[in-house]
């Protein structure tokens, strides 16, 4: 779609040439300026060159468009379009303009103004009738668009004007002004002038039926209004500029014209009493009032009271006299001339040189005099317009001041009339020139005479003296200087017959007191009642008047304090007649001056405290006035109250409440809104008012509650942000009955209260809206007698207005009342009441929706809190309040409204459960146009942008109808994908929500590119919501409008850029582009993240290079810049670093940190994306450099986070890259130790929660420098890296995780996700609280567990143990370490601590003695042996066998903890037992009893997994087996020991050895059965499933066995976990059978002694030579044994016998790599194989052996055993060597070079072990005969070959012991 299409609705390339030249001209919008030039919006960024775009305008004003059109663009149509020409018509037509200005206005009122859907308007220039609607909107636009251009160069005159020209905006406006004034501004404004003055409106002949009477009316509306606005620039204007003397002469011409506005050519169409007569009446009196600013009316003044000795400015030229002679002789006396000519009588009489007659002066004063020139002053002093402006003030000041210097009172009438101007002119304006000394001063004059006549004539002193006052501090003070020192008190004079007074000169002037006089008899005993003495000397006033001024000095606020007492007696006392008395005025006026002093001096209250404190007097006792006094003063006393809170909040409000006069609480008002007194105001007040209809008393209360609410929510504030206690005060309850008194009984029942007048209901409806905002927006805390904590008062009062209905349907009832007042706004209004009542209802119904959400967010999942907020905010409203606050949106003319609305629909999308797009309807889709548009004009409020920006992401979170709507994206059409070959290419609409983000992004690109500026955005805000909006597309996989994003060129280019260096401005911007920097890193680790492995291989190099780019940039720019303190210079030449954020900032740098982690971590882990090693060193080098900066720096939870995070980066980062380190690996270890070294030793300290990642990450170096076997550490960062280790141990010292440190721990996870974000506002259910509190307890527990790992990895690499264990022992970290184990066990938590401490420990035992004997010392067993029974249990079995013993080993068993728990349990009883067995085989003797406890605990638990085993092949099952075994082997060798002290344990552990032989032997001569059970059982379930394990039985049943399993038809994981099992089994079988060998006597000495009866030791196998079944439980037979060492030679052939047949094919590749693979497999089998033969043949003939020798055993018996055993061991030894003879190579465990290991790398491995009994030297040495051979009876032929030496043996003592006749029993 065309650009032209998007922002008028027709495509203007298709109609016009040049088409964007007619669009940039018809963006310019004059609304826009003015609301730029009135600070309403922030547009844009360089306001001169906005300000010099728009000159030409300003210059013509309203003539902009009916300039001339010679040099004028022609239109010119590419082709005919009746329509688009038929409209510019009548546009035309309606406006008298050229074709081209009919145009433009038409297209820009399509753009700016225009609020349909954009497709409705080509509908609309085709229809003849819509056509004229559309054309009368046009001219309406017009009109406004004229008014707007007048209030911006209004504004621009007022900015200028400002005295304090030091900010940057007054001077801009000043340097422009100037710009205007050259370009001849002055004549420009006179013309406009005259041109509004002589137009005439447009009426029904000129044209037609489109102008009807009406819109003639609205025309001559327009004018005067236009007219009234140019005066106010004219007058600001001309208040500087003086103008030349033919544009004077071109102003008197005019005015002569129009008669000062009394001869306007349409003052027909005005309405007597309507608004216009308003404006007519301004356009008489400002006239002159700009004339005599011409004149130069201030020169005149400075003349008049010598400031200046010569009389300069137009005034002073003849020719201009001449002039305003001739207009005075034409316009004879008309009244608006008469301030001119009395300006020209008083310059002819004070300049000598004029040469006019004084005849002729005096006829023109007589003339002023006669037209009531004052009066006339009067009147433009009263009117409205008079008050807004100063410079109106000044121009009367001027005059009427330079006239009374001029003329004595007779010649200027009444001086009450010229003080009463001057006091309406006095402002803070002009208040520089009114006193200073040494100059003939009008106001000084006029005080001094007033002072004398005070308080006789009281009235205009005090007037005078509160203007005065209200100007500055310093006035004040004076002020208050010339009351305290009075010098004269005038009064009434005496009658002289009373002998009180005695006259003392001839013409009765001067008089003496008699004698005393008290000034208030009726208050002698007061202590401020002063006396006349006698004697004292008085003056009268003036001839013929009986008043009298005594010289007496006194104070007069003492008077006044005296007055005020009199007052309150007289008001209580009710035979007096309250509406007769005087003095209440003159109380209502000492109350409102003593106001007005302290509003603008506060220190002067502690001299003016005793009025303020009657002023709470008076209202203290105003119920008890009667009958009711004027109303004026009780609303004074408030004001005067209001003021005192102001400055003292606390204390004022405090004593106010004592005062009974504002509502109070009678009971629990928290639980029961209703119950308060309504105090003096709802007794009297209201009462008495509501019955007056005048509500003068309920707006000063409303005001007081307002500025309390405001002053104590400051003060509140500042004790909170100065580190005080900010806690509650005691009127908190009569605090919330005031609001409640104003929510229940004003504003709720406002409308059936009648009004004099109607402004009156306005003000108070806003009063109380202002009082609920300030309310919901207050920060106070209070505490509800229901609740042991606090809770906010904001909070609280949204329940109140949410349980209250009138209060909720009259808030939306305002706003939808509204609506009318936004789509009808007319520029010339001058109410803003209305749209001050809209903002506050606006920002209540946001607020108590945000509070609402806070409440939600910040409540536990199940609290009452949280029940409540689930009602909706507005029930039954939520429709018309969501289309109120759509019609909102369409408000242009206010920036503030429309953000709101923006806001509160935010806010609606995000809180109401309802779809917007539903109920919006066909709105829809014309709002969609209105917010794209809006963000497409480049003049429009970026505040707005912003908050638009914001409603669209928080719409892509909660509102899919609408999402889809916004991006608007087109699919193409099937003819169209057939001409681009079938690739359909989605694209975004340009009234797309996307099409003004990626523009965005353009531009910025563009601009950088251009410029090399980083600096170049006009808001960083709106370019971080623009990448915002674009991140949730992505993160909702929005899969058309990526690929649409995707399509679009260099678009990673644009996003990208973002990640360059940081902006030069402001902190401010900064954060911001912090911001959009970790979403633009987000966007792309989300894209890498979407994209497969195929897909990034096929992208394109050039993007490839830009996410490699993004990497090497984010680096640089987060490590490089921002974190390692780089210092950035600004504008205004400061340097910003990370410390001058805040803690907002603080918190984008973590977001950022975060991202660059994700992007970091997955663009490291694709394949398609390389990054050189280079690269990835120098980013791990920044990091550390960056973490050692944060270090080093002052200690705060900001920079510990920062620090956090970088620590976990850079963990991750080893663990990533640990392959591509290299030699670094020792360098990098270096750093990190450095930097420990560096954090310890400096003031700020090792953070505990950053450890654990460093630590974590050298474990991980550690190892890589391990695997590369080339150790090039120093010894000294062994040494220093385990002192700070076993320092963090020791002083950790592992405290157990209570309870109160759980809710401690819950509290500061509530206050960090309760901040108002939209990331984090989310309910805290349940799960999510267990989860919480389960990850802050593995992140406490997680310092200790990586220090004890990273001892582990030091204790590995270094070579010598020694050197570190006096740390260890120094530190006692053996005894903490064991410590913490007891605490573990006693809390039932820390298995996982429990396991790393049990690695340690067993790597410090397997690297030196001194450690076993420490471990030992300490009592290491005590802890393995009590307490592992409290904390595992086995897994739960369910067997489907009935047996009895089946049923023993596998029953049922009830889980205690979750499988992660039990896993982690299981992992430290296996390590337990290997740290028993290592210390057994280290200590032997002396570790013996502590062996014998351990295994008689923990016996029957070794029987159950022993006995396991035959059902369950997990791994983890059969490594525990495997190190039970192992302990049990090493028990093994001290059998007489164990069997004498735990005979029982002993049997029975010897006969679970047996059985486990048997499952074992059973399982590994069924390859078959084993892979059946693998496959169907050993897969790990899910957890908190059960598992079902069948008996071998059960498994035989469903397992045929037609053929052996194929292991090359595997599944690789059913391969790889079939071949591990296979080796568990067979390792554990080694060990079984070893130990066995140990519990059965020695063979060597069996053959050689000769005693052999004496042997106290039975069998163990039984006389049985059959196989064993797979039912078969309890002792073992020698047929086991048999079948076992079969099974050994049977797999032996069949691993050589696969290993032949992959090597005939040499040339596959394949098949050799599978030999590789299989190598290590193959290895450990054999070997572990051929020592199970050994064993077993040790075994047999051990126990052969010893049956032979045993004489209960028949003879029938021992010759079967004898011909049995011959037979079988005859074919097996026979089936060896044929093994041996096909080149079968032995590695028996027996051998040094080869040993058989368990698959944990914690397990000992088998080699020879020593004999049970260490004085017996058991050298395997044989006797053989003298020829070194043995009998060879069945042809075996073994070598003596160190391979088959052992079977050569073997076959010996076979022939000789079993083969032998029965001469031997």
Same mark, same amino acid.
């Given at each position: 779609?065309?650009?032209?299409?998007?922002?008028? =609705?027709?495509?203007?390339?298709?109609?016009?040439?040049?088409?964007?030249?007619?669009?940039?001209?018809?963006?310019?919008?004059?609304?826009? @300026?003015?609301?730029?030039?009135?600070?309403?919006?922030?547009?844009?960024?360089?306001?001169?060159?906005?300000?010099?775009?728009?000159?030409?305008?300003?210059?013509?004003?309203?003539?902009?468009?009916?300039?001339?059109?010679?040099?004028?663009?022609?239109?010119?149509?590419?082709?005919?379009?009746?329509?688009?020409?038929?409209?510019?018509?009548?546009?035309?037509?309606?406006?008298?303009?050229?074709?081209?200005?009919?145009?433009?206005?038409?297209?820009?009122?399509?753009?700016?103004?225009?609020?349909?859907?954009?497709?409705?308007?080509?509908?609309?220039?085709?229809?003849?009738?819509?056509?004229?609607?559309?054309?009368?909107?046009?001219?309406?636009?017009?009109?406004?668009?004229?008014?707007?251009?007048?209030?911006?160069?209004?504004?621009?005159?007022?900015?200028?004007?400002?005295?304090?020209?030091?900010?940057?905006?007054?001077?801009?406006?000043?340097?422009?002004?100037?710009?205007?004034? #050259?370009?001849?501004?002055?004549?420009?404004?006179?013309?406009?002038?005259?041109? +509004?003055?002589?137009?005439?409106?447009?009426?029904?002949?000129?044209?037609?039926?489109?102008?009807?009477?009406?819109?003639?009316?609205?025309?001559?509306?327009?004018?005067?209004?236009?007219?009234?606005?140019?005066?106010?620039?004219?007058?600001?204007?001309?208040?500087?500029?003086?103008?030349?003397?033919?544009?004077?002469?071109?102003?008197?011409?005019?005015?002569?014209?129009?008669?000062?506005?009394?001869?306007?050519?349409?003052?027909?169409?005005?309405?007597?009493?309507?608004?216009?007569?308003?404006?007519?009446?301004?356009?008489?009196?400002?006239?002159?009032?700009?004339?005599?600013?011409?004149?130069?009316?201030?020169?005149?003044?400075?003349?008049?009271?010598?400031?200046?000795?010569?009389?300069?400015?137009?005034?002073?030229?003849?020719?201009?006299?001449?002039?305003?002679?001739?207009?005075?002789?034409?316009?004879?006396?008309?009244?608006?001339?008469?301030?001119?000519?009395?300006?020209?009588?008083?310059?002819?009489?004070?300049?000598?040189?004029?040469?006019?007659?004084?005849?002729?002066?005096?006829?023109?004063?007589?003339?002023?005099?006669?037209?009531?020139?004052?009066?006339?002053? =009067?009147?433009?002093?009263?009117?409205?317009?008079?008050?807004?402006?100063?410079?109106?003030?000044?121009?009367?000041?001027?005059?009427?001041?330079?006239?009374?210097?001029?003329?004595?009172?007779?010649?200027?009438?009444?001086?009450?009339?010229?003080?009463?101007?001057?006091?309406?002119?006095?402002?803070?304006?002009?208040?520089?020139?009114?006193?200073?000394?040494?100059?003939?001063?009008?106001?000084?004059?006029?005080?001094?005479?007033?002072?004398?006549?005070?308080?006789?004539?009281?009235?205009?002193?005090?007037?005078?003296?509160?203007?005065?006052?209200?100007?500055?501090?310093?006035?004040?003070?004076?002020?208050?200087?010339?009351?305290?020192?009075?010098?004269?008190?005038?009064?009434?004079?005496?009658?002289?017959?009373?002998?009180?007074?005695?006259?003392?000169?001839?013409?009765?002037?001067?008089?003496?007191?008699?004698?005393?006089?008290?000034?208030?008899?009726?208050?002698?005993?007061?202590?401020?009642?002063?006396?006349?003495?006698?004697?004292?000397?008085?003056?009268?006033?003036?001839?013929?008047?009986?008043?009298?001024?005594?010289?007496?000095?006194?104070?007069?606020?003492?008077?006044?304090?005296?007055?005020?007492?009199?007052?309150?007696?007289?008001?209580?006392?009710?035979?007096?007649?309250?509406?007769?008395?005087?003095?209440?005025?003159?109380?209502?006026?000492?109350?409102?001056?003593?106001?007005?002093?302290?509003?603008?001096?506060?220190?002067?209250?502690?001299?003016?405290?005793?009025?303020?404190?009657?002023?709470?007097?008076?209202?203290?006792?105003?119920?008890?006035?009667?009958?009711?006094?004027?109303?004026?003063?009780?609303?004074? !006393?408030?004001?005067?109250?209001?003021?005192?809170?102001?400055?003292?909040?606390?204390?004022?409000?405090?004593?106010?409440?004592?005062? %009974?006069?504002?509502?109070?609480?009678?009971?629990?008002?928290?639980?029961?809104?209703?119950?308060?007194?309504?105090?003096?105001?709802?007794?009297?007040?209201?009462?008495?008012?509501?019955? #007056?209809?005048?509500?003068?008393?309920?707006?000063?209360?409303?005001?007081?509650?307002?500025?309390?609410?405001?002053?104590?929510?400051?003060?509140?504030?500042?004790?909170?942000?100065?580190?005080?206690?900010?806690?509650?005060?005691?009127?908190?309850?009569?605090?919330?009955?005031?609001?409640?008194?104003?929510?229940?009984?004003?504003?709720?029942?406002?409308?059936?209260?009648?009004?004099?007048?109607?402004?009156?209901?306005?003000?108070?409806?806003?009063?109380?809206?202002?009082?609920?905002?300030?309310?919901?927006?207050?920060?106070?805390?209070?505490?509800?007698?229901?609740?042991?904590?606090?809770?906010?008062?904001?909070?609280?009062?949204?329940?109140?207005?949410?349980?209250?209905?009138? !209060?909720?349907?009259?808030?939306?009832?305002?706003?939808?009342?509204?609506?009318?007042?936004?789509?009808?706004?007319?520029?010339?209004?001058?109410?803003?009441?209305?749209?001050?009542?809209?903002?506050?209802?606006?920002?209540?119904?946001?607020?108590?929706?945000?509070?609402?959400?806070?409440?939600?967010?910040?409540?536990?999942?199940?609290?009452?809190?949280?029940?409540?907020?689930?009602?909706?905010?507005?029930?039954?409203?939520?429709?018309?309040?969501?289309?109120?606050?759509?019609?909102?949106?369409?408000?242009?003319?206010?920036?503030?409204?429309?953000?709101?609305?923006?806001?509160?629909?935010?806010?609606?999308?995000?809180?109401?459960?309802?779809?917007?797009?539903?109920?919006? =309807?066909?709105?829809?889709?014309?709002?969609?146009?209105?917010?794209?548009?809006?963000?497409?004009?480049?003049?429009?409020?970026?505040?707005?942008?912003?908050?638009?920006?914001?409603?669209?992401?928080?719409?892509?979170?909660?509102?899919?109808?609408?999402?889809?709507?916004?991006?608007?994206?087109?699919?193409?059409?099937?003819?169209?994908?057939?001409?681009?070959?079938?690739?359909?290419?989605?694209?975004?609409?340009?009234?797309?929500?996307?099409?003004?983000?990626?523009?965005?992004?353009?531009?910025?690109?563009?601009?950088?590119?251009?410029?090399?500026?980083?600096?170049?955005?006009?808001?960083?805000?709106?370019?971080?919501?623009?990448?915002?909006?674009?991140?949730?597309?992505?993160?909702?996989?929005?899969?058309?409008?990526?690929?649409?994003?995707?399509?679009?060129?260099?678009?990673?280019?644009?996003?990208?850029?973002?990640?360059?260096?940081?902006?030069?401005?402001?902190?401010?911007?900064? =954060?911001?582009?912090?911001?959009?920097?970790?979403?633009?890193?987000?966007?792309? #680790?989300?894209?890498?993240?979407?994209?497969?492995?195929?897909?990034?291989?096929?992208?394109?190099?050039?993007?490839?290079?830009?996410?490699?780019?993004?990497?090497?940039?984010?680096?640089?720019?987060?490590?490089?810049?921002?974190?390692?303190?780089?210092?950035?210079? !600004?504008?205004?030449?400061?340097?910003?670093?990370?410390?001058?954020?805040?803690?907002?900032?603080?918190?984008?740098?973590?977001?950022?940190?975060?991202?660059?982690?994700?992007?970091?971590?997955?663009?490291?882990?694709?394949?398609?994306?390389?990054?050189?090693?280079?690269?990835?060193?120098?980013?791990?080098?920044?990091?550390?450099?960056?973490?050692?900066?944060?270090?080093?720096?002052?200690?705060?939870?900001?920079?510990?986070?920062?620090?956090?995070?970088?620590?976990?980066?850079?963990?991750?980062?080893?663990?990533?890259?640990?392959?591509?380190?290299?030699?670094?690996?020792?360098?990098?270890?270096?750093?990190?130790?450095?930097?420990?070294?560096?954090?310890?030793?400096?003031?700020?300290?090792?953070?505990?929660?950053?450890?654990?990642?460093?630590?974590?990450?050298?474990?991980?170096?550690?190892?890589?420098?391990?695997?590369?076997?080339?150790?090039?550490?120093?010894?000294?960062?062994?040494?220093?890296?385990?002192?700070?280790?076993?320092?963090?141990?020791?002083?950790?010292?592992?405290?157990?995780?209570?309870?109160?440190?759980?809710?401690?721990?819950?509290?500061?996870?509530?206050?960090?996700?309760?901040?108002?974000?939209?990331?984090?506002?989310?309910?805290?259910?349940?799960?999510?609280?267990?989860?919480?509190?389960?990850?802050?307890?593995?992140?406490?527990?997680?310092?200790?567990?990586?220090?004890?790992?990273?001892?582990?990895?030091?204790?590995?690499?270094?070579?010598?143990?020694?050197?570190?264990?006096?740390?260890?022992?120094?530190?006692?970290?053996?005894?903490?370490?064991?410590?913490?184990?007891?605490?573990?066990?006693?809390?039932?938590?820390?298995?996982?601590?429990?396991?790393?401490? @049990?690695?340690?420990?067993?790597?410090?035992?397997?690297?030196?003695?001194?450690?076993?004997?420490?471990?030992?010392?300490?009592?290491?067993?005590?802890?393995?042996?009590?307490?592992?029974?409290?904390?595992?249990?086995?897994?739960?079995?369910?067997?489907?066998?009935?047996?009895?013993?089946?049923?023993?080993?596998?029953?049922?068993?009830?889980?205690?903890?979750?499988?992660?728990?039990?896993?982690?349990?299981? %992992?430290?009883?296996?390590?337990?037992?290997?740290?028993?067995?290592?210390?057994?085989?280290?200590?032997?003797?002396?570790?013996?009893?502590?062996?014998?406890?351990?295994?008689?605990?923990?016996?029957?638990?070794?029987?159950?997994?022993?006995?396991?085993?035959?059902?369950?092949?997990?791994?983890?099952?059969?490594?525990?087996?495997?190190?039970?075994?192992?302990?049990?082997?090493?028990?093994?060798?001290?059998?007489?020991?164990?069997?004498?002290?735990?005979?029982?344990?002993?049997?029975?552990?010897?006969?679970?050895?047996?059985?486990?032989?048997?499952?074992?032997?059973?399982?590994?001569?069924?390859?078959?059965?084993?892979?059946?059970?693998?496959?169907?059982?050993?897969?790990?379930?899910?957890?908190?499933?059960?598992?079902?394990?069948?008996?071998?039985? #059960?498994?035989?049943?469903?397992?045929?066995?037609?053929?052996?399993?194929?292991?090359?038809?595997?599944?690789?994981?059913?391969?790889? @976990?079939?071949?591990?099992?296979?080796? !568990?089994?067979?390792?554990?079988?080694?060990?079984?059978?070893?130990?066995?060998?140990?519990?059965?006597?020695?063979?060597?000495?069996?053959?050689?002694?000769?005693?052999?009866?004496?042997?106290?030791?039975?069998?163990?196998?039984?006389?049985?030579?059959?196989?064993?079944?797979?039912?078969?439980?309890?002792?073992?037979?020698?047929?086991?044994?048999?079948?076992?060492?079969?099974?050994?030679?049977?797999?032996?052939?069949?691993?050589?016998?696969?290993?032949?047949?992959?090597?005939?094919?040499?040339?596959?590749?394949?098949?050799?790599?599978?030999?590789?693979?299989?190598?290590?497999?193959?290895?450990? +089998?054999?070997?572990?194989?051929?020592?199970?033969?050994?064993?077993?043949?040790?075994?047999?003939?051990?126990?052969?052996?010893?049956?032979?020798?045993?004489?209960?055993?028949?003879?029938?018996?021992?010759?079967?055993?004898?011909?049995?055993?011959?037979?079988?061991?005859?074919?097996?030894?026979?089936?060896?060597?044929?093994?041996?003879?096909?080149?079968?190579?032995?590695?028996?465990?027996?051998?040094?070079?080869?040993?058989?290991?368990?698959?944990?790398?914690?397990?000992?491995?088998?080699?020879?072990?020593?004999?049970?009994?260490?004085?017996?030297?058991?050298?395997?040495?044989?006797?053989?005969?003298?020829?070194?051979?043995?009998?060879?009876?069945?042809?075996?032929?073994?070598?003596?070959?160190?391979?088959?030496?052992?079977?050569?043996?073997?076959?010996?003592?076979?022939?000789?012991?079993?083969?032998?006749?029965?001469?031997?029993?």
């Amino acid at each position: 779609m065309a650009v032209s299409q998007v922002v008028t =609705g027709l495509n203007l390339e298709e109609i016009l040439v040049n088409s964007q030249n007619w669009l940039g001209e018809a963006q310019l919008c004059n609304r826009n @300026l003015w609301l730029l030039t009135s600070h309403q919006s922030h547009a844009a960024a360089d306001k001169e060159q906005e300000l010099n775009t728009f000159k030409a305008r300003l210059l013509l004003g309203v003539k902009y468009i009916n300039r001339s059109s010679v040099n004028a663009k022609v239109i010119s149509y590419k082709k005919e379009n009746k329509d688009i020409q038929s409209l510019v018509d009548l546009v035309k037509s309606l406006l008298s303009c050229s074709d081209r200005n009919g145009l433009i206005m038409a297209l820009s009122y399509m753009i700016n103004a225009y609020d349909g859907k954009r497709s409705n308007i080509k509908i609309i220039v085709e229809d003849d009738t819509k056509r004229e609607e559309f054309a009368i909107k046009v001219m309406q636009y017009y009109m406004d668009e004229r008014i707007y251009l007048l209030k911006a160069l209004k504004d621009i005159m007022i900015s200028a004007a400002y005295k304090d020209g030091s900010s940057s905006d007054t001077q801009l406006y000043r340097n422009f002004r100037d710009q205007l004034k #050259a370009a001849n501004m002055e004549k420009q404004l006179v013309e406009q002038f005259l041109f +509004l003055s002589k137009t005439d409106v447009p009426t029904l002949e000129a044209n037609g039926k489109l102008m009807i009477k009406e819109w003639s009316t609205k025309w001559a509306l327009q004018y005067l209004t236009e007219l009234n606005i140019l005066l106010d620039v004219m007058a600001y204007y001309f208040d500087v500029e003086c103008p030349s003397d033919d544009v004077i002469k071109q102003f008197i011409d005019a005015l002569k014209v129009i008669k000062f506005g009394t001869q306007l050519p349409y003052r027909f169409f005005i309405e007597y009493g309507s608004e216009a007569c308003l404006l007519q009446d301004k356009i008489c009196y400002a006239s002159g009032v700009i004339l005599l600013r011409m004149l130069g009316i201030g020169c005149l003044r400075e003349f008049c009271d010598g400031s200046t000795t010569r009389l300069i400015g137009p005034f002073g030229n003849a020719n201009i006299s001449k002039e305003l002679e001739k207009m005075f002789k034409e316009l004879g006396n008309l009244t608006p001339l008469s301030p001119i000519i009395l300006a020209w009588v008083t310059k002819c009489c004070v300049d000598d040189s004029d040469p006019t007659p004084q005849s002729t002066i005096e006829l023109y004063n007589k003339r002023a005099q006669k037209a009531d020139v004052f009066g006339f002053i =009067g009147n433009i002093v009263k009117s409205d317009w008079f008050n807004e402006d100063y410079v109106w003030k000044s121009i009367v000041y001027d005059l009427v001041s330079a006239s009374a210097m001029v003329f004595n009172e007779d010649s200027l009438g009444d001086t009450e009339t010229i003080i009463r101007l001057l006091i309406g002119c006095i402002t803070d304006k002009i208040s520089w020139s009114l006193y200073k000394p040494g100059r003939r001063n009008t106001i000084a004059m006029l005080l001094f005479t007033l002072r004398n006549r005070f308080p006789y004539d009281h009235e205009l002193y005090f007037d005078m003296l509160t203007k005065i006052a209200s100007t500055s501090s310093n006035n004040a003070n004076e002020v208050y200087n010339i009351l305290e020192h009075s010098t004269t008190y005038a009064e009434v004079l005496p009658n002289p017959r009373s002998g009180q007074v005695q006259c003392i000169s001839d013409d009765s002037t001067i008089w003496k007191q008699s004698e005393d006089k008290l000034i208030y008899p009726q208050a002698a005993k007061h202590p401020f009642n002063f006396m006349i003495r006698k004697g004292t000397i008085g003056k009268t006033m003036r001839q013929g008047e009986p008043v009298i001024s005594w010289t007496v000095e006194y104070s007069t606020w003492k008077l006044f304090i005296l007055e005020i007492d009199i007052c309150l007696s007289q008001l209580q006392d009710q035979s007096v007649a309250i509406s007769k008395l005087p003095i209440i005025d003159k109380v209502k006026k000492i109350i409102k001056l003593t106001r007005i002093m302290l509003d603008t001096s506060w220190k002067l209250f502690d001299t003016l405290s005793p009025i303020v404190s009657r002023a709470y007097a008076i209202l203290e006792r105003c119920h008890c006035f009667k009958p009711w006094p004027s109303s004026d003063l009780i609303s004074e !006393c408030i004001s005067c109250v209001c003021t005192a809170i102001k400055h003292e909040p606390l204390q004022a409000f405090e004593d106010l409440l004592h005062t %009974r006069f504002m509502p109070y609480s009678i009971d629990d008002i928290y639980s029961n809104p209703s119950s308060y007194d309504g105090g003096r105001v709802g007794s009297v007040i209201l009462a008495y008012e509501k019955q #007056a209809r005048y509500y003068s008393m309920t707006i000063s209360y409303l005001t007081l509650v307002r500025e309390s609410l405001r002053s104590i929510n400051d003060q509140y504030k500042m004790k909170k942000n100065g580190n005080h206690t900010a806690s509650t005060y005691d009127f908190q309850a009569d605090l919330i009955a005031t609001i409640n008194f104003v929510t229940i009984h004003i504003f709720t029942d406002l409308h059936r209260w009648n009004f004099s007048d109607p402004g009156e209901q306005e003000q108070i409806g806003l009063l109380c809206l202002e009082i609920f905002e300030n309310t919901l927006h207050s920060e106070l805390d209070i505490k509800l007698s229901n609740l042991s904590n606090f809770v906010s008062l904001s909070g609280y009062f949204a329940q109140i207005i949410r349980k209250s209905d009138e !209060c909720l349907v009259k808030l939306v009832n305002i706003l939808s009342a509204g609506t009318a007042i936004i789509r009808n706004y007319q520029p010339s209004e001058r109410n803003l009441k209305p749209t001050q009542i809209l903002k506050s209802t606006l920002k209540i119904t946001l607020r108590i929706y945000e509070l609402t959400f806070m409440l939600k967010s910040s409540s536990v999942a199940g609290s009452n809190i949280e029940k409540e907020t689930e009602v909706a905010v507005f029930p039954g409203e939520h429709d018309r309040l969501l289309l109120s606050s759509s019609s909102y949106l369409f408000c242009r003319w206010n920036p503030e409204i429309l953000i709101l609305s923006l806001n509160l629909f935010k806010n609606l999308c995000l809180n109401v459960p309802m779809s917007i797009y539903a109920n919006l =309807g066909h709105e829809a889709e014309t709002l969609r146009d209105l917010l794209v548009s809006h963000l497409r004009m480049k003049d429009m409020d970026l505040k707005v942008k912003e908050a638009i920006l914001e409603l669209l992401i928080v719409i892509m979170q909660t509102q899919p109808g609408l999402v889809v709507l916004l991006l608007n994206l087109e699919v193409p059409e099937e003819n169209e994908i057939m001409k681009s070959n079938r690739m359909s290419s989605v694209r975004f609409n340009d009234m797309s929500c996307l099409s003004f983000t990626t523009q965005l992004l353009h531009d910025h690109f563009e601009t950088l590119q251009s410029s090399g500026a980083v600096d170049i955005s006009p808001s960083y805000q709106l370019l971080c919501l623009s990448v915002e909006l674009l991140y949730y597309v992505w993160k909702d996989h929005r899969i058309l409008a990526l690929d649409s994003l995707r399509a679009i060129p260099n678009f990673w280019n644009h996003l990208a850029a973002l990640l360059k260096n940081l902006p030069v401005k402001s902190n401010v911007e900064i =954060g911001y582009h912090i911001k959009a920097s970790a979403y633009t890193l987000q966007i792309m #680790a989300i894209e890498l993240s979407l994209l497969s492995g195929s897909k990034i291989s096929s992208l394109n190099n050039s993007v490839k290079k830009i996410f490699v780019d993004a990497f090497r940039e984010s680096t640089e720019l987060i490590a490089g810049n921002l974190l390692r303190g780089t210092s950035m210079e !600004c504008e205004d030449e400061m340097e910003l670093t990370l410390s001058d954020f805040d803690t907002d900032k603080a918190s984008h740098i973590l977001t950022l940190l975060k991202s660059w982690r994700t992007f970091t971590v997955i663009t490291s882990k694709v394949d398609g994306i390389d990054i050189d090693n280079a690269t990835k060193l120098n980013t791990l080098s920044k990091i550390i450099e960056c973490l050692d900066y944060q270090l080093s720096r002052e200690s705060s939870s900001s920079y510990i986070s920062v620090a956090y995070e970088l620590a976990c980066l850079f963990d991750i980062m080893i663990n990533l890259w640990s392959s591509h380190l290299g030699k670094s690996a020792e360098l990098f270890i270096e750093k990190i130790t450095s930097l420990l070294l560096n954090a310890i030793k400096s003031d700020v300290g090792l953070p505990d929660a950053i450890k654990p990642q460093l630590f974590t990450a050298l474990i991980s170096l550690f190892q890589t420098v391990r695997n590369r076997k080339n150790n090039q550490i120093k010894d000294e960062t062994f040494i220093d890296l385990t002192t700070i280790i076993c320092e963090t141990i020791q002083r950790y010292n592992f405290p157990p995780f209570r309870r109160n440190e759980q809710k401690k721990m819950v509290g500061e996870m509530f206050k960090d996700r309760i901040k108002n974000t939209r990331s984090n506002m989310q309910v805290l259910t349940s799960k999510e609280y267990k989860e919480s509190v389960e990850k802050a307890k593995a992140k406490k527990n997680r310092l200790p567990i990586t220090s004890t790992y990273l001892l582990c990895e030091i204790i590995q690499l270094h070579v010598n143990l020694e050197a570190l264990l006096p740390t260890f022992l120094e530190l006692n970290v053996i005894q903490t370490l064991l410590k913490f184990m007891e605490l573990s066990f006693q809390q039932d938590d820390g298995a996982e601590l429990i396991e790393a401490a @049990l690695c340690l420990f067993i790597q410090m035992t397997k690297k030196t003695m001194t450690a076993a004997e420490s471990l030992v010392l300490n009592g290491v067993s005590k802890y393995l042996c009590l307490d592992f029974p409290q904390n595992y249990t086995l897994p739960m079995v369910e067997s489907m066998s009935n047996k009895k013993d089946t049923a023993v080993y596998a029953g049922e068993t009830k889980l205690k903890k979750k499988l992660s728990t039990k896993s982690e349990w299981r %992992r430290s009883w296996r390590l337990g037992i290997s740290l028993m067995s290592i210390l057994l085989g280290i200590s032997r003797h002396s570790f013996l009893t502590d062996a014998f406890n351990f295994v008689g605990v923990h016996y029957e638990r070794m029987e159950k997994v022993l006995a396991s085993v035959r059902y369950n092949q997990s791994l983890e099952s059969l490594e525990e087996a495997e190190e039970i075994m192992n302990f049990l082997f090493q028990l093994a060798h001290f059998e007489n020991k164990w069997q004498f002290d735990l005979p029982i344990v002993f049997n029975r552990m010897k006969l679970s050895i047996m059985s486990l032989c048997r499952s074992c032997t059973i399982l590994l001569s069924r390859s078959q059965l084993l892979h059946y059970m693998v496959k169907h059982r050993s897969p790990e379930k899910k957890s908190g499933a059960t598992t079902q394990h069948l008996p071998i039985s #059960a498994s035989l049943k469903t397992v045929t066995f037609s053929k052996e399993v194929d292991e090359d038809q595997m599944s690789p994981e059913i391969r790889a @976990l079939f071949e591990n099992v296979q080796i !568990c089994l067979a390792s554990i079988l080694c060990k079984a059978l070893s130990a066995l060998r140990q519990f059965s006597p020695d063979l060597m000495y069996l053959v050689t002694e000769n005693n052999i009866e004496r042997l106290d030791c039975k069998p163990m196998l039984l006389l049985s030579y059959n196989a064993p079944a797979a039912e078969d439980d309890g002792p073992v037979s020698f047929g086991t044994i048999l079948a076992c060492q079969s099974m050994a030679l049977t797999l032996l052939n069949k691993l050589d016998c696969h290993r032949s047949t992959l090597l005939k094919s040499p040339n596959n590749q394949s098949l050799n790599s599978s030999v590789n693979a299989d190598t290590s497999h193959k290895s450990k +089998l054999r070997s572990a194989l051929l020592y199970i033969m050994e064993n077993c043949q040790v075994l047999i003939l051990s126990q052969a052996l010893l049956y032979l020798r045993q004489s209960d055993i028949s003879n029938n018996d021992k010759q079967m055993l004898r011909w049995e055993l011959s037979s079988e061991l005859g074919n097996f030894l026979n089936g060896v060597s044929r093994y041996f003879t096909r080149g079968g190579s032995h590695s028996s465990p027996r051998h040094a070079d080869a040993s058989v290991t368990s698959s944990s790398n914690l397990s000992l491995s088998f080699s020879a072990t020593p004999n049970k009994d260490d004085s017996i030297n058991n050298s395997k040495t044989w006797t053989t005969n003298n020829s070194g051979q043995s009998p060879r009876k069945f042809g075996i032929r073994f070598t003596d070959s160190s391979d088959q030496k052992f079977f050569h043996i073997m076959d010996t003592i076979v022939h000789r012991m079993l083969n032998r006749t029965n001469n031997t029993n």
